[in-house]
């Protein structure tokens, strides 16, 4: 009997190796390929995404470049099967200075149109985004509760959105030259209009985002934290989590 046990054990670890080893190309081909996890460490895209979501991006969203692989190998150029934007959408990519850094901000302008900041109002193509006023965005934080103006801003196609507005006539961020998108490329702010290094600020790294850039849509909100725990602290979940924010879509 105990000679039969020992006979076995060699076929039972090979099957044991065999189903993390399936299990791990399983998950890097769902992370390379269908979706891949991110959190958010700032404050940019407030309020539609806050300090300690935790995402899902669509990598099929528009299709595949280097930049869809870890490490970005210099497998090929360009994207394949690539499909565009859409004016509005939560994309993730990597930054044009500094190609090994990952961003999220809001994709507002298409190759070949005219954005312009004037007076705190996105310019499209020379026409204003329509601005509602609507209630104040409530933050608590170490000094106490911080209110900002909140806007629901509405893109040409239709897309609507929440904006922030912390500070008023903002230098250099509020009002801009007109930058013309060049073709193949995506003009890319955050939420948070005056906390957002972004496409209209100078130096920022971001300016015109190449199409090959990009590597995904933001779909949906599985975790949220309110950043005092990490996710594998599970013994200060019961404190910490927003569950109000699990499985929300990102729009």
Request: hydrophobic share 40%.
């Amino acid at each position: 009997m105990l000679g039969d046990a020992t006979r076995e054990q060699p076929s039972w670890g090979i099957e044991a190796l065999k189903t993390v080893v399936y299990a791990l190309l399983i998950a890097v081909f769902i992370r390379t390929f269908l979706y891949q996890p991110f959190n958010i460490p700032s404050s940019s895209m407030e309020n539609t995404l806050l300090v300690g979501d935790y995402l899902f991006v669509s990598k099929f969203a528009y299709g595949y470049s280097k930049h869809a692989f870890p490490y970005s190998p210099e497998l090929f150029e360009g994207r394949k099967w690539a499909a565009e934007p859409e004016r509005g959408d939560v994309a993730v990519f990597r930054l044009p200075a500094r190609p090994w850094e990952d961003y999220i901000k809001r994709v507002v302008g298409l190759p070949n149109d005219r954005i312009q900041m004037i007076d705190g109002v996105l310019h499209i193509n020379g026409l204003p985004c329509k601005l509602e006023r609507v209630d104040d965005w409530v933050e608590q934080t170490p000094y106490g509760e911080q209110r900002v103006a909140r806007y629901r801003e509405t893109l040409p196609n239709g897309a609507t959105h929440y904006i922030l507005d912390s500070e008023p006539d903002k230098p250099g961020a509020d009002n801009t030259q007109e930058f013309v998108v060049p073709p193949g490329h995506y003009f890319m702010m955050g939420d948070n209009r005056d906390n957002s290094n972004d496409s209209r600020i100078p130096d920022s790294g971001v300016g015109f985002v190449p199409a090959e850039n990009l590597v995904g849509r933001a779909d949906i909100i599985f975790f949220s934290t309110d950043g005092s725990a990490q996710i594998w602290e599970v013994w200060k979940w019961p404190w910490t989590i927003r569950y109000g924010r699990f499985f929300h879509t990102i729009g």
